[in-house]
C-alpha cells in the first residue's frame, strides 16, 4: 500500500499550482493572524489586507516578525485563540528574560507531526522501522516533534532522550533500533560508547538510518558520521518558531533540504537590507507559516544563513531545497543542542563582583564531545590568592549558566590583567570545534 506520509499531491506540485496554493494559504492565515492583538495591529499599520496578496511575491507587503517582537509580546500577545482551545506550548532556548513562546491547537500538532512523518519518510524511514530518539524532551521541540511524527508514520518510537549514552547503546540493541535521531556532536560520543563496550554499531546494530540536525554541521562532519556508523546521515532543519523539526528535510539523494513550500513561504534577504537576495546568492531565511492556527507567524526573521540549491532533484519533489547552515546574521550559537546568547553569560558574570571585565566564551570540542569554556579575569581587588574565594567563585558561574543555558560549562578564572586585549569590539566567543558549518 503506499503510504500516506509520500503526498505527491503535494510534494510534486507544479511551480503555479504550489503558487496558488500558497495564496489561498497566506490569506486565510493572514484573517487568522488579524485576530490577535499582535498582527491585529502590525497589520492595519502595514495597510495591507488578505485582499492584496495576489502572487506569493505580494509577501513582501507585510512586515517582518523578529525574536525581539515575540519576547516584547510575550506571552500571549501573538495568540488567535482563547488558551482553552490550545492544547501545547513549546518554549525555545537562547534569550534572556522571556522566552520565545509558540502554542498550538489541535490542527497544528496533528499538522506539524504530518510534516515530520512525511520529513522521516522522504529520508526513508518507514513504518516498519524502529526509531530512538536521543534527544532532549520536554521544551525542546526535537523531542516531542519527532515522538508525534514518528508515531504518526507507525514507527515504533523511543522517547530515549538526550545523554546516558550506555542506556542508549543497550536499547538500540535489545529492541533493534533502525533508525536514529540525534545532534551531530552528539553522534561521535555515542560512537565512542560503542567502542568502549567493544561493540561495532554496523555490525551490532541493526542501524540503517540517523536523522541530524539543529546545529551547524559540515559536510566533513556528515561523512565522519557515516563512516563511524556505516550508514547514511540526513539533515533536518527546523526552529521552534515554526513549530520544530519537519520545516526542511534531505531526501535520499542527501542533495540540500526540501523545504515544505506547502507549509511555509520562504524568502531569502539580505540581513543589512532585509531586500531579496539575487538567485543563487546566501541570504537570511524569512519564513512564514501557512499550516498554524493558533499562533501564525508573517515573515519570522530565523537569521539563519542559507542558499538555494538550484535546479530540480530527482527525487521528483518540487519543493525547493536550502543548503546546509552556514552561519547566522545575529551572535547566536548552538552549544550540545541548545541555543545561547553570549548576552546571556555576560549578564551572569557581570553581576558577580569577583569578577573583573574581560572574559572570553570558547567552543571547543574536546575528546567526542562539545564543550561550553568560559574564561575570565578576576578582578583585582578580588584576586588576593584566596582559593576558597576562587573556588566559590567558580561554582556560582557553573551553576548560574548552567540554570540560564542548560549546558554546564568549564570555568577558568585568570588573573587580571592576562587576557589578550581586542583592538576595537571585544571578541566575546571562539569557535574552535571542529568541522562546524559550510
Ligand atoms: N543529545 C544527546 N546527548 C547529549 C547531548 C545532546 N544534545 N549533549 C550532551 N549529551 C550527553 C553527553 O554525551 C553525556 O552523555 P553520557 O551520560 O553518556 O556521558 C550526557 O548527555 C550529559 O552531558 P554533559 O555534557 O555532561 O552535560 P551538560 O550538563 O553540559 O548537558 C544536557 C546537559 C545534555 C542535558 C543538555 O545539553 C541538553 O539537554 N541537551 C539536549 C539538547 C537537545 O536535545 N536539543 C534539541 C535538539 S532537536
Ligand atoms: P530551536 O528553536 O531551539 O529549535 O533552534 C532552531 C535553530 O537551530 C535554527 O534557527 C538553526 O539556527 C539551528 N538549526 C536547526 N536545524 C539545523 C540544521 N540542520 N543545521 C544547522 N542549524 C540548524
Ligand atoms: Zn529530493
Redesign the pocket.
Known amino acids: 500500500m503506499q503510504s500516506p506520509f509520500w503526498q505527491p499531491e503535494l510534494e510534486t506540485l507544479s511551480a503555479a499550482d504550489l503558487a496558488a496554493l500558497q495564496v489561498q494559504r497566506l490569506r486565510a492565515t493572514m484573517e487568522r493572524a488579524l485576530r490577535s492583538p499582535y498582527y491585529g495591529e502590525a497589520l492595519r499599520r502595514a495597510k495591507v489586507t488578505p485582499a492584496d496578496i495576489r502572487t506569493p511575491a505580494d509577501i513582501r507587503r507585510l512586515p517582518f516578525t523578529t525574536k525581539a517582537d515575540l519576547r516584547a509580546h510575550y506571552p500571549f500577545g501573538f495568540l488567535t485563540m482563547p488558551l482553552r482551545e490550545t492544547v501545547r506550548l513549546h518554549c525555545s532556548s537562547g534569550t534572556t528574560g522571556n522566552p520565545t513562546v509558540i502554542f498550538h491547537n489541535r490542527h497544528d500538532l496533528d499538522s506539524w507531526a504530518n510534516l515530520v512523518a512525511r520529513s522521516m519518510y522522504c529520508a526513508g524511514v518507514r513504518d516498519a522501522d524502529v526509531f530512538q530518539n536521543?534527544?532532549?524532551y520536554g521544551l525542546?521541540?526535537?523531542g516531542l516533534g519527532f515522538q508525534y511524527g514518528a508515531e504518526k508514520l507507525g514507527a515504533l518510537t523511543i522517547p530515549a532522550g538526550?545523554?546516558?549514552?550506555?542506556r542508549q547503546v543497550k536499547l538500540m540493541q535489545d529492541f533493534g533500533t533502525t533508525a536514529i535521531h540525534?545532534?551531530p556532536s552528539?553522534l561521535p560520543?555515542l560512537y565512542d560508547?560503542f567502542v568502549e563496550l567493544g561493540l561495532d554499531p554496523a555490525r551490532d546494530t541493526k542501524l540503517r538510518i540517523i536523522l541530524t540536525g539543529?546545529e551547524p554541521h559540515s559536510e566533513a562532519a556528515r561523512g565522519r558520521i557515516e563512516a563511524m556508523f556505516k550508514c547514511k546521515a540526513y539533515n533536518s532543519f527546523g526552529l521552534s518558531e515554526m513549530s520544530g523539526?519537519g520545516v526542511a528535510f534531505e531526501c535520499e539523494r542527501q542533495d540540500g533540504m526540501h523545504l515544505w513550500e506547502d507549509s511555509f513561504i520562504l524568502e531569502l534577504v539580505d540581513p543589512e537590507t532585509l531586500e531579496p537576495v539575487p538567485e543563487g546568492a546566501r541570504g537570511e531565511l524569512v519564513l512564514t507559516s501557512l499550516d498554524r492556527e493558533a499562533m501564525p507567524l508573517l515573515r519570522y526573521r530565523t537569521r539563519d544563513l542559507t542558499s538555494l540549491i538550484p535546479g530540480s532533484c530527482a527525487c521528483g519533489r518540487t519543493h525547493r531545497r536550502i543548503a546546509r547552515i552556514t552561519g547566522r546574521s545575529d551572535d547566536m550559537f548552538i552549544i550540545?543542542?541548545?541555543n545561547v546568547f553570549p548576552i546571556q553569560i555576560e549578564k551572569i558574570l557581570m553581576n558577580i563582583p569577583e569578577i573583573g571585565s574581560d572574559w572570553l566564551i570558547v567552543l571547543d570540542t574536546v575528546g567526542d564531545?562539545d564543550e561550553l569554556i568560559i574564561q575570565v579575569e578576576v578582578s583585582q581587588e578580588h584576586f588576593t590568592g584566596d582559593l576558597a574565594v576562587l573556588a566559590q567563585v567558580r561554582k556560582r558561574i557553573i551553576h548560574e549558566v548552567?540554570d540560564e543555558v542548560?549546558?554546564?560549562p568549564s570555568v577558568h578564572l585568570v588573573e587580571p590583567g592576562t587576557m589578550p586585549r581586542a583592538e576595537g569590539k571585544a571578541r566575546r566567543v571562539e569557535d574552535r570545534r571542529r568541522d562546524r558549518g559550510g
Open positions: 536521543i534527544c532532549g525542546f521541540t526535537g538526550a545523554g546516558n549514552s550506555r540525534a545532534i552528539y560520543r560508547e539543529a523539526p550540545k543542542g541548545c564531545g548552567r542548560l549546558v554546564t
